[in-house]
């Protein structure tokens, strides 16, 4: 089981106990709040606050600029169906049991190859931007989820890194089914808790920045911390920054692959 589906699974349970549908968009369009909210506003400040690291990415081409006001415009209005090209959707690989992908459902491209460059070129400049203390591989970073957060009008992916480091009696015992058999990723605190990365894209920041987040580095501001969470896991859950609309998913030698809620 991914380690995000069991907040999902949660999050799911407390909607069906409230009554409310995590879908719904609220009826006055005033901006729905999200725990992520403060965390999210800070990243804009400056000096940045300790836990997160800049990364600089490359500046987007023109043709990628455009695409990325598309992207975050289609992704505050929760949809993201008219960037996608389902003639072109494939299976994501599998490996023995295992499922990466939230679904069995078909992944899609984007219809943009611009886009699909500029996400993809994040997906495989993390290793070299985080001296290499990430990789890309089924075991560590594969996957992104996509979220809108209209309190600050901004679209943003979590990128989840160190998925599934390798179970060990002493420094991680955990079972984390299918996809953690054959892991060659030794449980390591220290890289552990630096295994999200988060790039946002508000009015201010055309192009979108990318974070490298440091779990254990609380600000004090209870607010701010509430997305800060503990180890061993150490998972930023996107359902804490925003909507969420959709997962990336990336291994070399395939195509970047989107997956809708
Ligand atoms: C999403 O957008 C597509 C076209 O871009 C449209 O056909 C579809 O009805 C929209 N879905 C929702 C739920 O609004």
């Known amino acids: 089981m991914r380690l995000a589906s069991l907040s999902l699974l949660l999050a799911a349970a407390a909607s069906l106990l409230l009554g409310v549908s995590a879908d719904a ?6 901006p729905e709040s999200f725990p992520g909210d403060a965390f999210l506003q800070l990243l804009n400040k400056t000096p940045l606050p300790k836990f997160a690291t800049k990364l600089i990415l490359p500046a987007p081409s023109p ?5 990325l006001d598309l992207f975050r415009t289609a992704a505050l209005a929760r949809n993201l ?5 389902p003639i072109n959707a494939f299976h994501f690989p599998t490996f023995q049991k ?13 219809t943009s190859p611009a886009l699909e460059d500029y996400f993809t070129d994040i997906f495989t400049s ?14 560590d970073l594969f996957h992104a989820h996509v979220f809108a957060n209209t309190a600050t009008r901004t679209a943003g992916v979590v990128f989840h890194s160190r998925e599934y480091p390798a ?3 002493k420094t991680f015992p955990y079972n984390l089914g299918f996809c953690q058999v054959g892991s060659d990723e030794p449980f390591d605190d220290a890289v552990m808790r630096r295994r999200n990365l988060v790039w ?19 600000t004090g ?23 969420v609309l959709a997962d990336f998913y990336y291994l070399n030698g395939e195509p970047l692959g989107v997956s809708l809620y």
């Not at 993390?126 to 591989?137: E, F, G, M, N, W």
Request: negative net charge.
């Open 25 to 30: 968009v609220p009826a006055d369009g005033a």
């Open 63 to 67: 043709t990628a600029r455009r695409q």
């Open 81 to 85: 169906t008219s960037l996608l090209s």
């Open 98 to 110: 295992c499922e990466l992908t939230k679904d069995e459902n078909p992944v899609l491209p984007f």
């Open 126 to 139: 993390i290793p070299k931007l985080t001296q290499r203390k990430l990789a890309l591989s089924r075991f």
């Open 167 to 169: 179970e060990n009696d």
């Open 200 to 218: 946002v894209m508000d009015s201010s920041t055309p192009g979108g920045s990318l974070y490298w987040i440091d779990m254990a580095d609380k």
């Open 221 to 243: 501001n209870a607010d701010v911390d509430a997305v800060l969470q503990d180890g061993p896991f150490y998972t930023l859950y996107e359902t804490d920054l925003g909507h």
